[in-house]
């Protein structure tokens, strides 16, 4: 169903390819991440290697949008260290963390689209990181990003959809939308917060198999935290499972059955 | 008892409680009370008798005869100087617009930059709001120079407190998940800034943005009474040179220009609003030459010449100001000697004597106002007095009274009656009395009238059916009408004395004539502080009641 998608891509050279085979997309080393008084991660140590798929899963309050907060540099760990496309994002001036986060892409729950405007002038702001000054209206995009824009909304399913407003578009076709969005930074890295957490069933396997798909094509990384164990199993190459601030789990999907993650999310779990 | 079940009452009694009374908030009756003490106060201290009325009847009568023929004057000057009113409001109103875009952002909660550039400009729009244009007028003139570029410079300083603290409101509203989303590609702040937040904002801020040169093009009909340009300016020379017939003649022709342009901004609201439910449709463009091209469409097209017909007469208007190059050097010496001479300020017992005055004409007014606004809404209210014909007169005597700028009331008073704050109060009372009814209007519009309609089927007279049945309802908007009315009076309250019609005014005029800088810094600083102090004190009060 989702084969012939496609459309005129490039043949996909993995963007991880740059940074040399060896290096991975993402190393944590003993973080730990407190609020004031709250300490919401103990030492966790983490390493994805490029163009894996990781599902984050785990129950609510376990910490898992402040670790993908973590990566992006949107937080700043407490302690330890984090290191994400060879950056160090505590290191960064407040340009070098632009210029990285150029490099990562970021899939929210809640979509963060402008709701009055046209799909495509949402998607065409995914660029904005690589352009100087501010825009707006589509036509004060250059060509080569215009034309980048209605390619990968054809990516996503929704070349006949550019021209309509955001807030007519269902919600799985807006968080295509915002997946588009994010396609047009070319990332090497793609963290998604909880993306189908507001979809019904049928979209939110349909959005997150596009998801897989576009990341087999381009090659990026995903970190993507999940709370369906269903979905999980279904699109992740390994799943890491956090629980009161610690991860608990980690292992490859082909190797985990969905009593070990429901176990992750009962009342009096293992460990 | 019988209206009791059906007052829209937030805090009614969970459901198993036995049934209580609604409780009454203290406001409700302590607000009327404050303006009753105040006005009978006021009324002592003005001098009002049904005695000193009838006589200032005889004098305007008087007055009037002597304004009869009314004559223009040589026309094409008066055009001339009706076109340059315009100019001066549109020019003021967008460098106003444009100005208020930074500093909103950088005042709005959302900011993340530094706290003292948020204080600084959330201080910038306060002061700005409560300051009326024409002060900033008389300040600009000294500056600047006489004509219209001091004139739409005061407008635009006043407006951008108006526009700004609205913008700062529509942004702080905003959800912050776009915002978010963007700055996590590695846009800047400025970027993010205008791709999302600007752009939600846009058709809020835009009508807005129409409102308001609505209200200044009615502040620049009287920005030449000191001599900042516009039509104003012949008023000014026609009443100093006491040809009342010409200053008559004057006074129509702003009429007509405000009345036409009340008709014109009435027909753009509508095509507006029109056009807001086509622009729903999901398809935004139809398709282009190629995938990634917008094609035209009329609407498309509509858009574009309306946003290219705005930015043009912008342009036309700043080009009319005629800036004078040679003599900015001047200028900034100018406002340099102002600005070095406002410290430090002087505080006298004329300057808060001054406030005083101008406080007490606004508050009595108010209340003479609300009274009057009140019957006046009533009798044209179609479903409380069934009279089609004196309701549909009396709306169109609200419009066109409403459409006369205060201070030339006030003119019209002093020269009928002599100097003082008598003069301000019958000007302020006629607009408070126009304003009270409109709004009074339309709250009793929408009104249910259910429970009017069910007094009256079981045999309540009309007034018991307006009190038990409509009242209850009404209370809530009415205070906060009532409030928002006297902050709209306060602040004209305090030009009037420019006229010579009572309170600070005069004395603020003259002390920039007579380069007396300390007391207009004194005079500033107090009326800021009043102006907003009342404005918290109803805002307070607001809240309480409603
Ligand atoms: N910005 C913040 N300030 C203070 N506490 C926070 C903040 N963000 C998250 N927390 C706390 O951290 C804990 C984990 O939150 P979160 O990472 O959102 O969990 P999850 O995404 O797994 O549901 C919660 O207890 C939450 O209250
Ligand atoms: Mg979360």
């Known amino acids: 169903m989702t084969a012939d998608l496609t459309g005129p891509v490039s043949p996909a050279i993995p963007r991880s390819a740059r940074t040399g085979p060896a290096a991975a997309s993402i190393t944590l080393a003993q973080v730990s991440k407190r609020f004031g008084d709250n300490e919401v991660l103990h030492g966790v140590d983490l390493t994805v290697r490029p163009g894996e798929f990781v599902a984050l899963v785990g129950p609510s309050g376990a910490g898992k949008s402040t670790l993908l907060r973590l990566l992006n540099g949107g937080h700043l760990p407490t302690a330890g260290t984090v290191e994400v496309l060879g950056r160090n994002p505590a290191a960064c001036s407040r340009r070098d963390l632009r210029e990285l986060r150029t490099r990562i892409g970021f899939v929210f729950q809640q979509f963060g689209l402008v709701g009055r405007l046209t799909a495509m002038e949402n998607v065409l702001m995914g660029a904005l990181g690589s352009l100087a000054m501010p825009r707006y209206g589509i036509m004060t995009y250059p060509r080569r990003l215009r034309d980048q824009a209605v390619e990968n909304l054809e990516r996503v399913g929704l070349l006949e959809q550019r021209f309509q407003r955001c807030d007519t578009l269902s919600g799985g076709q807006q968080q295509r939308v915002a997946i588009a969005r994010m396609l047009m930074q070319q990332a090497e890295l793609v963290l998604a917060d909880e993306p189908v957490a507001s979809l019904d069933p049928a979209a939110s396997i349909s959005v997150l198999q596009t998801l897989k798909k576009l990341s087999a094509e381009d090659g990026f990384t995903v970190v993507c935290s999940l709370h369906q164990v269903d979905l999980a199993l279904a699109v992740s190459d390994r799943v890491v499972a956090v629980r009161g601030g610690q991860f608990i789990m980690d292992t490859p999907t082909a190797a985990t059955t969905e009593q070990d993650i429901r176990a992750v999310y009962a009342e009096h779990g293992s460990r | ?546």
């Open chain 2, 1 to 546: 008892m019988l209206a009791t079940p059906t007052r829209p009452d937030a805090r009614s009694a969970p459901p198993g409680t036995a049934p209580r009374p609604p409780r009454i908030p203290a406001a409700t009756w302590a607000i009327p009370l404050f303006y009753l003490g105040v006005t009978l106060f006021g009324m002592w201290w003005i001098d009002i008798r049904p005695g000193a009325i009838a006589a200032g009847l005889g004098d305007i009568a008087r007055l009037l005869d002597r304004m009869v023929p009314p004559t223009t004057g040589p026309v094409p000057s008066l055009l001339t100087l009706v076109v340059e009113t315009l100019w001066i409001a549109i020019a003021g109103t967008g460098i106003a617009a444009i100005l208020s875009v930074p500093l909103s952002a950088a005042a709005a909660s959302t900011y993340t930059g530094p706290r003292w550039v948020q204080w600084l400009c959330r201080a910038l729009i306060v002061v700005t709001r409560a300051v009326p244009s024409l002060v900033f007028a008389i300040i600009f003139v000294r500056i600047f120079g006489l004509g219209p570029l001091a004139g739409a410079l005061a407008v635009s300083v006043h407006s951008i407190g108006m526009i700004g603290k609205m913008m700062t409101d529509v942004f702080e509203e905003q959800s912050p998940q776009p915002r978010e989303a963007i700055a996590a590609t590695g846009a800047t702040r400025v970027q993010a800034f205008f791709a999302t937040t600007m752009t939600r904002a846009l058709p809020q801020v835009s009508s807005f943005v129409l409102y308001r040169l609505d209200i200044n093009i009615r502040a620049s009909a009287v920005l030449g009474l000191v001599g900042a340009g516009g039509i104003g300016v012949a008023l000014q020379t026609a009443i100093g040179s006491l040809d009342y017939r010409r200053a008559a003649g004057i006074i129509i022709v702003i009429i007509v220009l405000l009345m036409v342009l009340e008709l014109v901004s009435f027909l753009v609201q509508r095509s507006l609003a029109e056009h807001s439910d086509t622009s729903t449709a999901s398809q935004v463009f139809v398709p282009g030459k190629d995938a990634a091209t917008p094609g035209w469409s009329t609407a498309r097209g509509a858009r574009a010449l309306g946003v290219a017909a705005a930015v043009a007469l912008f342009l036309a208007a700043l080009s009319t100001l005629s800036i004078p190059f040679d003599r900015l050097a001047r200028a900034g010496e100018n406002a340099g000697a102002l600005l070095s001479g406002f410290v430090p300020p002087v505080f006298t017992m004329d300057i808060a004597y001054g406030i005083f005055e101008s406080v007490l004409m606004a508050l009595t007014a108010t209340s003479f106002g609300v009274v009057i606004g009140l019957i006046i809404a009533v009798l044209s209210t179609d479903h409380l007095v069934r009279a089609r014909a004196l309701g549909g007169a009396l709306r169109a005597a609200v419009v066109v009274i409403r459409g006369v700028p205060d201070i030339i009331y006030a003119l019209v008073f002093v020269a009928a009656l002599g100097l003082g704050p008598f003069a301000g109060f019958l000007a302020l009372a006629i607009s408070c009395s126009a304003l009270a009814a409109k709004f009074f209007t339309d709250a009793l519009q929408n009104i249910d009238p259910a429970p009017l309609r069910a007094l009256e089927a079981v045999g309540a007279g009309r007034l018991q059916a307006f009190v038990s049945g409509v009242w209850p309802q009404f209370v809530p908007s009415f205070i906060g009408n009532s409030l928002f009315t006297s902050d709209l009076a306060l602040r004209e309250s305090a030009v009037l004395g420019i006229v010579g019609a009572g309170g600070i005014g005069f004395l603020l005029q003259e002390s920039v004539a007579s380069v007396d800088y300390q007391t207009t810094a004194g005079i500033l600083i107090g009326l800021v502080a009043v102006v907003v102090a009342l404005e918290q004190l109803a805002r307070w009060a607001r809240r309480k009641v409603i």
